[in-house]
């Protein structure tokens, strides 16, 4: 009697000692009652170069943390892409307040705002430091033709950069059936265009990274991400 008793508590815990083994939880040693989720390690997140009052040539966004808004940006969308109720019947600006308000909470000392004058007119996303220093320059577009595609670099580079702007991001909402002709077609012109400096590689689908230059100043070099999602 005894001896069964034992042997179904034995097993019992047997039992739960593999299943919490499975799942990768630990027993917590001050409690044998208690167990423990795995650590998960928390991302580290790059944060705005602080710039000395002196003229600097290093411009206030370090090209990790420019990597990081990218990823922010283009990992968010494509979460999007799935949840058709975040984007149906929605304009682009409401589509642009979903990606600032990922990028607001995201950086120390930094301000993220749509529809921000910068230059000659108004940008979609501007995120700036503390200081008042631009670090990033978005624009968002529903891409509805050819023709408007060498029009929004144009838009962009022309009016809302300045020589103190460096990392610029142009972001296309499609709603072509055939994407990847699509994108492979924007990668071309983006090529053709008379800013166009080099082709720096691709992070994902429908994204592609380029070296541009302002106008009329060949030795001014931009970082331009062009990214396309499916709304």
């Not at 170069?49 to 420019?66: C, G």
């Not at 012109?189 to 720096?200: I, L, P, R, V």
């Not at 380029?210 to 030795?219: Q, V």
Request: net charge neutral; charged share 30%; hydrophobic share 35%.
């Amino acid at each position: 009697m005894v001896d069964g008793s034992f042997q179904r508590i034995k097993q019992k815990l047997m039992s739960e000692n593999s299943f919490f083994e499975a799942i990768n939880a630990k027993v917590d040693p001050n409690t044998k009652s208690v167990f423990t989720a795995p650590t998960i390690k928390k991302k580290i997140i790059p944060q705005p170069i602080a710039l000395k009052k002196e003229f600097s040539s290093q411009p206030t966004m370090s090209h990790e943390m420019y990597e990081d808004t990218l990823t922010v940006l283009y990992d968010y969308s494509r979460s999007i892409e799935k949840k058709p109720s975040m984007y149906a019947g929605k304009d682009e600006e409401s589509i642009r307040d979903l990606l600032i308000s990922m990028l607001e909470t995201s950086y120390v000392g930094t301000t993220a705002t749509g529809e921000t004058y910068n230059k000659n007119g108004r940008t979609d996303i501007l995120l700036k430091y503390e200081d008042g220093s631009n670090l990033f320059v978005g624009e968002c577009k529903w891409l509805k033709g050819e023709g408007e595609f060498s029009a929004s670099i144009n838009q962009l580079f022309d009016n809302y950069l300045t020589w103190r702007d460096s990392k610029t991001a142009l972001i296309f909402f499609l709603r072509n059936k055939e994407i990847a002709k699509v994108c492979e077609k924007i990668k071309v012109e983006a090529e053709k265009h008379e800013y166009f400096k080099s082709f720096t590689g691709s992070k994902g689908e429908g994204r592609y990274s380029f070296k541009f230059h302002l106008l009329g100043d060949f030795e001014k070099e931009i970082y331009l991400e062009i990214m396309t999602f499916h709304f």
